[in-house]
C-alpha cells in the first residue's frame, strides 16, 4: 500500500512537470487518487484516535481515582473496581470482531488495568517486593494477551515494562548480565541488545504477520532506545575511556547492519536518518574531543562548519534516496 502509494505521488509529480496536469487540478488528482485523505478516511482516523484516548483515559483515570481517592474509599471498593474494569474490558474484547480496533483498545484497557492492579495489590498488603518486579510481573502476566491481541500498541506497552525493569534492576543491584561487561555499562548495553534483538524479531516475522506490516510506528519507537543506548554508550567510553574498541565496533556493525537492511531490502527513511544522527553525534563527540586539546578555541569554529557540513550531506543523501526509491 505505502509503495502504491508512493508511485500515485511520483505519477502526480511526473504529469505536473511535464505539463500533462494543470496545476489548479492537483488537489483533485490527489483526492482522486487516494492519496489525499476524503471526509470519509478523515472520520475514520477521528473516530479511532477518539476510541484510544478514551479507552487510555478510563484506564488511567481509574488509577488516578484510586490514588486521589485513597483514604476515602475502602480497599474492597478500590479492588472492585479495578477487577470490574478489567472484566468489563475482556467482556469487550472477546464480544467484539478481533479485527476490530475496539477490540484492541479494550484488550489494551485491560494490560494497564492489570498492572494498576498489581499495583494496588503491592501498596495495600506490602509484600515488600522490588519495584522491579512489579513491572516485570505486570510484563509476565499480560504476554498472553501481546500474543493474541496483534496490536502494535500492546506489544510495545510490552517492551517498555521490560525496558523498565531493566532499569529498576540495574539500580537495584546495580549489575545486569555481568559477566560480560563492566557494572557501569550494564545497563545501556542490556537496553541495547533487548530493543535491538525485538526490532529484528519483528522483521523476520513481520512477513508471517500481515497486522506488522502496517505497525511502522512501533518498530521505529523500539529502534529509537536501541539505537539511542549503544551511540550513548560509544559516547560515554570516548569522553570517559582510553579506549572505545568494543563499544565502537558494535556501533559500526550496528550501523552497518542498519544500512544494508532499511537501504537495500526494506527501504525506511527513518531508520536511516536515525542511523545519520547517530553518527553525526558520535563522530561530533570524538572531533570535539581531539580538536579542542589541538587547536583549542578555533577547534570549537573549525566543529561547527564539520556538522554543519555532516548534516548538509546527511540530508541530500536522504533526499537523493528518496527521489531513487520513488522512481523504481
Same mark, same amino acid.
Given at each position: 500500500?505505502?509503495?502504491?502509494?508512493?508511485?500515485?505521488?511520483?505519477?502526480?509529480?511526473?504529469?505536473? #512537470?511535464?505539463?500533462?496536469?494543470?496545476?489548479?487540478?492537483?488537489?483533485?488528482? =490527489?483526492?482522486?487518487?487516494?492519496?489525499?485523505?476524503?471526509?470519509?478516511?478523515?472520520?475514520?482516523?477521528?473516530? +479511532?484516535?477518539?476510541?484510544?484516548?478514551?479507552?487510555?483515559?478510563?484506564?488511567?483515570? /481509574?488509577?488516578?481515582?484510586?490514588?486521589?481517592?485513597?483514604?476515602? /474509599?475502602?480497599?474492597?471498593?478500590?479492588?472492585?473496581?479495578?477487577?470490574?474494569?478489567? /472484566?468489563?474490558?475482556?467482556?469487550?474484547?472477546?464480544?467484539?470482531?478481533?479485527?476490530?480496533?475496539?477490540?484492541?483498545?479494550?484488550?489494551?484497557?485491560?494490560?494497564?488495568?492489570?498492572?494498576?492492579?498489581?499495583?494496588?495489590?503491592?501498596?495495600?498488603?506490602?509484600?515488600?517486593? &522490588? +519495584?522491579?518486579?512489579?513491572?516485570?510481573?505486570?510484563?509476565?502476566?499480560?504476554?498472553?494477551?501481546?500474543? /493474541?491481541?496483534?496490536?502494535?500498541?500492546?506489544?510495545?506497552?510490552?517492551?517498555?515494562?521490560?525496558?523498565?525493569?531493566?532499569?529498576?534492576?540495574?539500580?537495584?543491584?546495580?549489575?545486569?548480565?555481568?559477566?560480560?561487561?563492566?557494572?557501569? &555499562?550494564?545497563?545501556?548495553?542490556?537496553?541495547?541488545?533487548?530493543?535491538?534483538?525485538?526490532?529484528? =524479531?519483528?522483521?523476520?516475522?513481520?512477513?508471517?504477520?500481515?497486522?506488522?506490516?502496517?505497525?511502522?510506528?512501533?518498530?521505529?519507537?523500539?529502534?529509537?532506545?536501541?539505537?539511542?543506548?549503544?551511540?550513548?554508550?560509544?559516547?560515554?567510553?570516548?569522553?570517559?575511556?582510553?579506549?572505545?574498541?568494543?563499544?565502537?565496533?558494535?556501533?559500526?556493525?550496528?550501523?552497518?547492519?542498519?544500512?544494508?537492511?532499511?537501504?537495500?531490502?526494506?527501504?525506511?527513511?527513518?531508520?536511516?536518518?536515525?542511523?545519520?544522527?547517530?553518527?553525526?553525534?558520535?563522530?561530533?563527540?570524538?572531533?570535539?574531543?581531539?580538536?579542542?586539546?589541538?587547536?583549542? #578555541?578555533?577547534?570549537?569554529?573549525?566543529?561547527?562548519?564539520?556538522?554543519?557540513?555532516?548534516?548538509?550531506?546527511?540530508?541530500?543523501? =536522504?533526499?537523493?534516496?528518496?527521489?531513487?526509491?520513488?522512481?523504481?
Amino acid at each position: 500500500m505505502m509503495k502504491q502509494s508512493s508511485k500515485l505521488r511520483s505519477g502526480i509529480t511526473f504529469l505536473l #512537470e511535464n505539463n500533462y496536469l494543470k496545476p489548479e487540478n492537483t488537489t483533485y488528482a =490527489l483526492k482522486l487518487s487516494g492519496i489525499s485523505p476524503d471526509a470519509l478516511r478523515w472520520r475514520n482516523f477521528i473516530d +479511532t484516535l477518539l476510541l484510544v484516548l478514551a479507552g487510555l483515559a478510563i484506564a488511567v483515570g /481509574i488509577m488516578f481515582f484510586i490514588a486521589y481517592n485513597w483514604d476515602e /474509599i475502602g480497599k474492597f471498593t478500590q479492588f472492585s473496581l479495578v477487577e470490574i474494569s478489567i /472484566i468489563i474490558s475482556m467482556i469487550i474484547y472477546f464480544r467484539a470482531d478481533k479485527e476490530k480496533i475496539a477490540a484492541k483498545i479494550a484488550l489494551t484497557a485491560a494490560s494497564i488495568l492489570l498492572g494498576v492492579l498489581l499495583a494496588l495489590f503491592g501498596q495495600t498488603y506490602q509484600t515488600g517486593a &522490588d +519495584t522491579w518486579e512489579l513491572f516485570f510481573n505486570w510484563a509476565l502476566l499480560i504476554l498472553p494477551w501481546v500474543f /493474541i491481541g496483534r496490536f502494535a500498541t500492546i506489544w510495545v506497552i510490552w517492551i517498555v515494562l521490560i525496558d523498565i525493569s531493566i532499569l529498576l534492576y540495574y539500580k537495584t543491584f546495580g549489575s545486569l548480565l555481568g559477566t560480560f561487561f563492566s557494572s557501569k &555499562d550494564t545497563l545501556l548495553w542490556s537496553m541495547f541488545i533487548f530493543n535491538t534483538a525485538m526490532v529484528l =524479531l519483528g522483521e523476520v516475522i513481520s512477513p508471517y504477520q500481515p497486522w506488522l506490516k502496517k505497525e511502522y510506528w512501533a518498530k521505529r519507537f523500539i529502534m529509537v532506545i536501541g539505537g539511542s543506548s549503544i551511540t550513548w554508550l560509544v559516547i560515554v567510553y570516548i569522553l570517559d575511556r582510553d579506549t572505545a574498541i568494543i563499544p565502537t565496533l558494535v556501533w559500526i556493525l550496528y550501523l552497518t547492519a542498519l544500512y544494508f537492511i532499511y537501504r537495500n531490502i526494506k527501504h525506511d527513511l527513518f531508520m536511516l536518518a536515525g542511523g545519520c544522527f547517530s553518527a553525526i553525534l558520535v563522530v561530533t563527540v570524538f572531533l570535539g574531543k581531539h580538536l579542542t586539546k589541538t587547536f583549542h #578555541e578555533f577547534g570549537l569554529f573549525l566543529l561547527m562548519f564539520i556538522v554543519v557540513g555532516m548534516g548538509a550531506l546527511s540530508a541530500i543523501w =536522504l533526499k537523493n534516496l528518496y527521489k531513487e526509491w520513488h522512481n523504481e
